[in-house]
């Protein structure tokens, strides 16, 4: 009854007035019939009533204060004298919003980033309920395992009992090219109950049910909304026609409901096919019945009123028997019992399995802190321009106390000129964070990895964003505002009051002052232990050289050709490039360096105190004459492989440095032999060492050189697949792409292939490093501007307090220098302060961040001294400027001033 | 307008307008007079605190509240209980035994 009561106070509140005004009218009216009945005058009578009655206009106050409508009158004329107040002083308000437009925009757009990653649920019916299946295995230790075979996830789906819908999905990329450069599409393999199973409504035709999903299946396919549209205009033609996908024709039978882009936080798919398509595309190389191609997550929609644990112990109890079933061959017998140990274990799922949540969600929690710490200053910085601006305001608000508005009255008039400003600046901190947040995924997505996140606003982001500028807004405001009003009435009144330097109104921005020093100094500090771990990153040794460096990645899969064509065919493009203007050297390998595809396996050295088992694993590659000097990696012992070394005898290798030291410390390696297994039990006939490269990066740039070993392409036994054509030219390399294509076109046109840089592969491989070197760096140098206006407007502030006593010792003689060191002196003792504090904070912050780091600690003491020598630097030139201005100082201006 | 110090305590100002409503209807200057007369001249109520209070109460939906006319013609706004009103009236009424009671037996006691 009450609320509406006030609401309806909202739709009549002249009414509510006037019904007000005349109650007590009509109070007065008899109290003041009495008093004449009690024989009081005509006169008297009237005042003796509004006497005993008081104030009635506070007390209409009171009365209306109860109300909505006063409460958001009062908002309203708050807001309107707030915006009148603020458009009078155009470039403070400029300047306030524009610098909260940053601070709150930056804030959004990484929030809005967390939002997407870590904490969104999947955009499919009930989110909340799916649970994903993941393995216990001794390996992982705490963590879980989550992919599986396909031969695993079918035993799985046939023998439980806990899910009314359970489905897998793996991701490949599917080329659409027929031939020539790839033109890659996001794939995705699902099985037949993924779409029922998420409740996903079909944008045209229909998604894929359990029937597309049995073996031996035609080839369909269901497309993305945004695929479609930027593939087909969005014509309704399009289902019913086909895509090659791999070069065989998949009929499109679907379009996908726009928003949904699958269960991986992190990527979209473009073309989804049922599992059993797999078999179409990889033809005798299906993973199908392979129980070692790991591809697949599962996620599942468990019956109702089944908790997490209950789902567990059902799984658990069926995990022997699944597993049994479906032990990997090629393992060796350890890892063989090991599996046979595995459980299955239900996760919550609701957010969706993300590979790239792993990746960033420390990046991204620290980068909320700093852009956190970005805001404070810059709430610092507004307060302390609030501050100076209630200096020119004192006569108003002093003449607003004496006609009689309480304090509290005038705090939340200030408050809301605060809230007003950083509502004006959340406002446009939106439309920076739309567009920064979407710049920062383009600047993470890489040619092989284009990342998608769905950055639409939710009514999280924008909560998040309304909270942050209103507790901005206070945050700035309170201290100023409380200030502000605590005037002496008859001294502001009387045209004095200027502030001492004494005065606690200065004190308290010196404070303010020292703490964005410190907080600037922490961010630089960070900022700088990023670049130089990335400078690090890019500079390093890695074994190879990057630039110059051309990568054709080949694939043989739609070539209808024995292995000894296919040799023949990459070996006659190999004697075309080379004969190319402006090519150095052309070499062949399976993979190149930190290309995100690795190969690793275990070799046996007979013999001596050799590492076994796991501890003997290695990095391989496959690579043709003339690899290494191609990368530029040294050889520095024995002989590069030749193209004699073909045929199965004798097989040969070359090994790293890592690998020579590793199992054959002190020794001499050349001439000796390593075996590899040449099924799960059976060992492969001796492999002579024939030469020694210089170590190399091989995995990751972070990595320290891992023991590698070398053999000859010609001696792969089945052939490469997919093979990488490596060529050294003279200048840019991708200028020779064209060339290159026509050479591979003209000797076979049903070759895929993909073209990148080595530098750009390297690049693509520190992207995370480069984005929090980036930022931390945009973020710091933020932080160190605000600070030095901060530190710039105090210290101009503190030059016209003192002009009178400047005024009166240069009068007396004092010389600029004298001057000038009396207003930096106390400049210095702010900046001290500051920076003393914001190395203690830093000490005890950038701990958290050493995971991030590559090449130097947390608390390098060489950067610290380069982020204090900086911020010494900028102070310093933002104190000199206003000192100097003191020395400009006529005296005789300065003392008439009074 | 000085404060005496048999001004009504904060808090009792709603019993005893909801007491005083009790009987029938009433207007604000009628209730003022009413507890004066009633508590032998012993209690007085700060007429600037009334309004606010009738507002509330009227917002609280103890009491209603219509325009009628005085004995004397003047326009003036009635108030009455409601139903709601009633039953705070009883629980105030509890409230106020329990507290004077509790008082009592300190003051006796400590």
Redesign the interface.
Known sequence: ??FF??LRGLWRPDQLDA??N???R??L???S?DNIRAGMSAEEAPYDAQ?????AT??KE??RR??VIQWLETVAQDLRYALRTLSKSPAFSAVAILTLALGIGANTAIFSLVDSVMLRMLPVQHPEELVQVGMLTPNFGNGHRTSYTNPLWEALRDHQDVFSGLFAWGTSPFNLAQGGVVQTARGMYVSGDYFTTLGARPAAGRLLAPDDDQRGCPGVAVLSYGFWQDHFGGAPGAVGSTIPIDGHPFQIVGVSAPGFFGTEVGTAFDVAAPICSEAIVNGKNSSLDQRHNWWFKVMGRPKRGLTLSQISAHLEALSPQVFAATVPMVWNPVQQRSFRTWKFVALPGATGPSFFRGNYALPLEMLMGIAALVLLIACANIASLMLARAAFRRKEISVRLALGASRMRIVRQLLTECVALSLAGAALGVLVARWSSRLLVRYISTQHNRIYLDLSLDARVLGFTAAVAVLTGVLFGVLPAFRSTRISLADTMKGGGADAPGDTRFRSGRWSVAMQVAISLVLVITAALFVRSFTKLTTLDAGFDRDNVLLAHLNFHDVNAADAERTADSSEIVRRIQALPGVTGVSQSVLTPVSGNTWDDMIVVEGGHAPTGQDADVDLNYVAPGYFNTMRTAMLEGRDFNDRDTGTIPTVAVVNQALARKFFPGADPIGKTIRRYATATNLSGPIEIIGVVRDAKYESLREDFPPIAYFPLAQLPQGAERLNIVVRTASQPSLLAPAVEQIIGSVNKSIALDFSTLAQQVDDSIVQERLLATLSGFFGALALLLAMVGLYGVLAYLVLQRQKEIGIRMALGARHGAIIGLVMRDVGVIVVIGTVAGVGIAWLTTRLVQGLLFGLQAHDAGTVAIAVALLAGVAFVASYLPARRATRVDPMTALRHE | MTKGKNDVLQGTLALLVLKTLQHGQMHGYGITLRIQQVSNDFLRVEEGSLYPALHRMEQDGWIAAEWGVTENNRRARYYRLTAAGRKQLAEEEKNWADLTRAVAAVLQLA
């Open positions: 009854m009450s009561a006030r019904d007000l005349e109650e007590l009509s109070h009216a008899m109290r019939d006497r005993r009655f008081g104030n506070l007390l009171e009365a109860m109300d």
